[in-house]
């Protein structure tokens, strides 16, 4: 199983800033893509941005400039920075993987529980 666990959501005023991270453990042989998704109630969940293993990253139109996405392939981990947060980008925010575990011979895609990220105007 492989396991993805984020942490730093919370409450912040709207021009504020807010890290987010998210450790994948368990039975890892390698994992690809890694990426943020975000949903609200009532809406489909929508990609933030995702990064490649070799660094290469891209953004939704609507966070370009203010979130910015990186990797610790040592540490298996992913962070977003999030930057002039506006109300707008209020949601609970999912790390996603495209990993493949030890016991299996292909690519699936794992979640984390998700976190909370309200952006009081």
């Known amino acids: 199983q492989v396991r993805l666990m984020e942490s730093g959501g919370g409450l912040v005023q709207a021009g504020g800033s807010l890290r987010l991270s998210c450790a994948a453990s368990?039975?890892?042989?390698?994992?690809?893509?890694m990426g943020w998704y975000r949903q609200v109630p009532g809406k489909q969940r929508e990609l933030v941005t995702r990064i490649s293993n070799d660094g290469s990253s891209d953004y939704v139109d609507s966070v370009r400039g203010r979130f910015t996405i990186s990797r610790d392939n040592a540490k298996n981990m992913v962070y977003l920075q999030m930057n002039s947060l506006k109300p707008e980008d209020t949601a609970v925010y999912y790390c996603?993987?495209?990993?493949?575990?030890?016991?299996?011979?292909?690519?699936?895609?794992?979640w984390g529980q998700g976190t909370q990220v309200t952006v009081s105007s």
């Open positions: 996603n993987a495209e990993a493949r575990a030890t016991y299996s011979s292909i690519i699936s895609s794992y």
């Open positions: 368990g039975s890892i042989f390698r994992i690809n893509a």
